[in-house]
């Protein structure tokens, strides 16, 4: 199959369950919210090494958030111990002490439910109000008061939805990762936890001479060992590869997310193939197979 | 003591020793050097409830780093042990993923030494270069070859270094803080690690009412509670404070940047009064005395 | 009429008819064809003293724009003659010179039309080819080649839609007037074409003292004047007034951008006061009631 | 002449007077003296189409401003009468406008002086005041009160200092162009006033076939042309070129900026050759030669 004349590989992404949970940051301005959520979704790249995995979904406006003020919707994904415990504490480390900020649940329909209490921070000065219809506690701080609502729904999404773009050199799969993440920026329900979206070190589980590793690099994925490894996976005419990882709050939000950033990816000049990362189908449950996205 | 019409208590700043890791990541643009450090400094506001403090201490030109790419410097605040596990995460989760970084010892000539040991990545593929007269490895990933030191310099240096902007109201305190982070990010050797590099929600020690709590709003310097608690130490006419933590590698870059960033700090129209926290002086060994840093 | 404790003024706006293009700019990535569109919008604040109005209205994913990559709507607003002259100058200068840019007309059903022929550019190398069913000139440049379309709608909009907001200070209206701004940046089919979409001098028509001035200081609206004038507009209170310019392609777009941007002002703290600019009615035909706006 | 494995040509850069402006815009955070500095300088790529030529030289700490506030040093370049003209619309129509800004004088020892008078907006309101040293008006308006010089320094400097980046494919080229563009950033005394400091389309002085055109495509350097023109300067294995046009206060600078963007540009893989822009040396009064620049 080929898009736009880049061959879009007969493979699949297999991809693994995680607990989500959504927290909307609003702040007095756009560029409030962003910062916090920036600070609170960092050192979350990968489950791997990070204590939970995390990104922006997107910005939000006043029409769109419970206090009418500017926001940004946060997932953070993880298992359902670890989510709790991360929230809590990237809410309170990262966003409770950012200037302006209130937090509210992101996901108000799901059934799991994670506390976040935070107003114990009062040391009883604290005091429960309603805002745009949620219970919050609110918090006298050196600012002002801080307010956020402790409830939050937690859903079963997906983790791990990914693909690969390749190209004929490193600048121009580069650009066609960053075209394939500005246009993942627009789906709802997702994030790329990556730096900058992007990673350049796929792994695989284990490692065949370090035992202690619980991961280590993709050599078939590595341009350079083309001609050094059994079954490279490398085309010929490919001298670098990055892979979009995609988290998201359902299958069909990752789906539609790899649809759109495969779509923007094979419109740069020099990439080359397309392809997704999967371990046999015997791990995930989830196999999301690329040519039925443009089907 | 007054400057620019706003008074600067007569107090001190109560900062603490920490040890400090400096790393250099570079990148084929200063945008991806910056993207790498932004998700490595992420979730690390405060030694309370993250992992370490970091933060971005500046941007570097090809002329500044080892490989003649732009950078960025990066420091990481923790204890001896702490700050070894964490740049050996945040760089193998944040900066070895990231597209087309290097990383770089950025305290070369410091006796204490930390292993950042990535090459096992390679899975025996990687080997050994010198770039730019630093020995490093190189290890084959997806986008082609990332090379890193695995040597780090680590100092002792300052933590908590401090002053609290207060406003008229909290846009002024607010946008007075901004004005003080820049001036701050001009400054060598220190970072601001919050969000923004602004502590909204400045804490004490501990708690009165709720003995779990390691740490609680500090009410004496509560707007909201000042009329309401013993002691407040909001003067009248005072709506709202902002805390400016500033870790360093040495206690004269952080006075330096307190100097800096309270005198940006008092420019701003609605700024009425400076001031800084500590314990008492019993618990930190450096006190650093506002008068003194105008004197 | 109050909102959020804040009082609007029982007043209108007054607005003008201008010509308005829309031009679609897309890139390789978000961040190109927003970096082309903020050069091609520059030195556009207002039409007393610059050659046109221009702003950008909005970033678009690749299913909004006809070549499928990401992009940018910006709109040019002047007179007929003027918006003809500056929009195929600004292409020419600002965006045909920009890496990997292509320009789209942006009101393909408006019936009054101008051209943009830059395929002389070209030099007798240009060729036609239709690029997402519009017929386009392929241009070779340095880069490669450049694609545009060179037919674009213009329509009769509405240009100086304001509002003013009032602060108890000077960062309380500022930040105000930022929020407001960021609100307006969710609504379709509008521009704020001054610096970060904010005034900070608005002006009356000429001048008393210095009659070559076509335009000078609005002294009824300067706070430090207010015991100096009569009949100052500056109620009790308030210390610094911003006004954000509002153009659009129709009267509709207008008024919901200034309600949506009253909506955010109001809720940042220190904004004391929501007025609007008009001329007595005797100038502009379009009258837009503040109060109406909410009702 | 090779650089890290990239040919340099054998040529020179030919390069023409100018009369150049340096306005240091100062405000209450680097944010806002920023956002005044791009509306100034936009639509202002080449002195061809646009009324001047105009960029960013720098940002400026509180220690490097008259009034200690953050600022933006900013270069506009064209003939002595246009630079008059466009000084003073553009500092009044994008400056003065613009949320909490001040303007100085960026070139105090320069001989040769024009005159900026905003001060007849302030319609008889406006005084005079000594700020850091510098002789100012101050002007009451809606924000509070202006404050600015009104005479300042140009000298006579260079422009249309140049180099070509060509690459294997157009995003090798591109991110080479945007490295050098990075490391010209940190050279004082220069601009680079095309989008995102890019030149995309580089030009011939008039046209062959359509003699009413001032420029046109530079077919000698186009990569889609090289089979078709004779003399071709396109090198085999070339597929993309990018010019860095660079303006700045002497040749010393423009050299130095020459030197530090091709340095930055030959490390970003892809990148295969760097020329320069001349007219056979019967025009410019400035050759500036790239082996020289080196040796």
Same mark, same amino acid.
């Given at each position: 199959?080929?898009?736009n004349g880049v061959t879009i590989d007969n493979t699949y992404a297999e991809a693994f369950p995680t607990w989500v949970? !959504? /927290?909307?940051?609003?702040? /007095?301005?756009? +560029?409030?919210a962003y910062k916090a959520a920036l600070e609170a979704t960092g050192f979350a790249t990968s489950a791997i090494g990070c204590p939970c995995e995390a990104g922006i979904e997107g910005m939000l406006t006043g029409d769109e958030t419970p206090d009418g003020r500017p926001g940004c919707a946060v997932l953070f994904c993880a298992s359902k111990k670890k989510v709790k415990e991360q929230v809590l504490e990237r809410v309170a480390?990262? #966003? $409770?002490?950012?200037?302006?900020?209130? #937090?509210?649940?992101? $996901?108000?329909?799901?059934e799991e439910r994670i506390p976040v209490k935070l107003h114990f921070f009062g040391d009883g000065y604290e005091y429960q109000k309603e805002v745009?219809? !949620? =219970?919050?506690?609110?918090?006298?701080?050196? +600012?002002?008061? &801080?307010?956020g609502e402790e409830d939050f729904g937690? #859903? =079963?999404?997906v983790a791990g939805g990914n693909f690969f773009v390749m190209g004929e050199n490193q600048m121009a799969a580069l650009m066609g990762a960053q075209a394939a993440v500005d246009a993942i920026g627009g789906v709802c329900g997702v994030i790329t936890s990556f730096p900058g979206g992007i990673v350049a070190s796929g792994s695989k589980v284990g490692s065949n001479k370090y035992k202690f590793m619980p991961a280590s690099t993709n050599e078939k994925y590595c341009p350079t060992l083309r001609e050094k490894v059994a079954d490279s996976k490398i085309p010929?005419?490919?001298?670098?590869? &990055?892979?979009? /990882?995609?988290?998201?709050?359902? +299958?069909e939000s990752v789906a539609d997310a790899m649809a759109e950033?495969? !779509?923007?990816?094979?419109? #740069?000049?020099g990439v080359k193939f397309i392809s997704a990362g999967?371990?046999?189908?015997n791990l995930g449950p989830f196999k999301i197979d690329l040519h039925s996205l443009f089907s």
């Open positions: 199959m080929e898009i949970c !959504r /927290v909307i940051i609003t702040a /007095v301005t756009e +560029e409030w480390e990262c #966003v $409770l002490t950012a200037p302006t900020t209130a #937090v509210f649940d992101g $996901l108000p329909d799901a745009g219809g !949620r =219970k919050c506690w609110v918090i006298p701080i050196m +600012e002002g008061e &801080y307010i937690i #859903v =079963k999404g010929a005419g490919v001298t670098a590869a &990055y892979e979009i /990882v995609i988290d998201g709050i359902d +299958e950033g495969i !779509r923007a990816a094979v419109m #740069v000049p999967n371990f046999g189908g």
